[in-house]
């Protein structure tokens, strides 16, 4: 398996404009989570998956992030309008059983909002 | 206030040297990940815990449900351990809480 892939690895964005992070799980994984970090906060989880269904979006910071499942091979987090405070990592993980065999993490999306 | 606490916030180590990072936290938990981040930015799941102790190699990581306190423990300490090492656990309600990290690193 080629772990958990994320798209784009780098991402420059305008103020205003519309952000989609795309993600990849591993196969037979049943957990996705999305997170961020940032220097400020250290890492947050932004939500979860489990059997492609939201858990708990608790994290998202307001309603310019959305997040979507729909299918056990892809997700996205979509930010509109993208404000230069968004500007952070984002990771995408997934895992089987809620993490009990521990998580695969992504390389990460590093968007920039300009 | 921070749920979770970890100490110290920066360790610098020979290589070789038996190393310690705590982590506290305030919440009853079901489950406690530590996790690595590597320089380059990458995250690696390194245990996850809900009582005992557990072994990975060079790696070993405790927790004390009564007393709130888990421990990673690094042996023979070596210059590829160096990274920052992230405590966080997750509640009785299924809510994650991270602490800020402890950057370690291992001098030759």
């Known amino acids: 398996d080629a772990g958990v892939i994320q798209s784009p690895r780098h991402e420059v964005t305008e103020m205003g404009q519309e952000v989609t992070l795309r993600c990849k799980p591993i196969?037979?994984?049943?957990?996705l989570f999305w997170y961020r970090q940032t220097m400020m906060r250290g890492l947050e989880l932004l939500i979860y998956?489990?059997?492609?269904?939201?858990?708990?979006d608790s994290g998202m910071p307001e309603d310019r992030f959305s997040a979507k499942m729909p299918n056990a091979s892809f997700s996205t987090l979509k930010i509109q309008p993208s404000e230069p405070r968004d500007s952070a990592v984002y990771f995408c993980?997934?895992?089987?059983?809620?993490?009990?065999?521990?998580?695969?993490f992504g390389s990460g999306t590093r968007l920039t909002v300009v | 206030k921070n749920e979770v606490e970890q100490s110290p916030q920066n360790l610098t180590a020979q290589e070789g040297e038996f190393i310690t990072i705590n982590c506290s936290y305030s919440?009853?938990?079901?489950?406690l990940h530590w996790l690595q981040q590597h320089p380059g930015g990458g995250i690696v799941s390194l245990f996850m815990?809900?009582?005992g102790k557990k072994k990975h190699g060079r790696l070993i990581a405790t927790i004390n449900i009564q007393e709130k306190h888990s421990s990673l423990h690094i042996t023979a300490s070596h210059p590829r351990d160096s990274a920052v090492y992230i405590c966080?656990?997750?509640?009785?309600?299924?809510?994650?809480?991270f602490g800020t990290g402890t950057s370690l690193t291992v001098i030759p």
């Open positions: 993980a997934s895992s089987f059983t809620q993490g009990n065999y521990g998580y695969t």
């Open positions: 196969s037979g994984h049943d957990y």
């Open positions: 998956f489990n059997n492609n269904v939201p858990i708990d």
């Open positions: 919440v009853g938990i079901s489950a």
């Open positions: 815990l809900s009582s």
């Open positions: 966080a656990v997750v509640n009785t309600g299924n809510q994650f809480y």
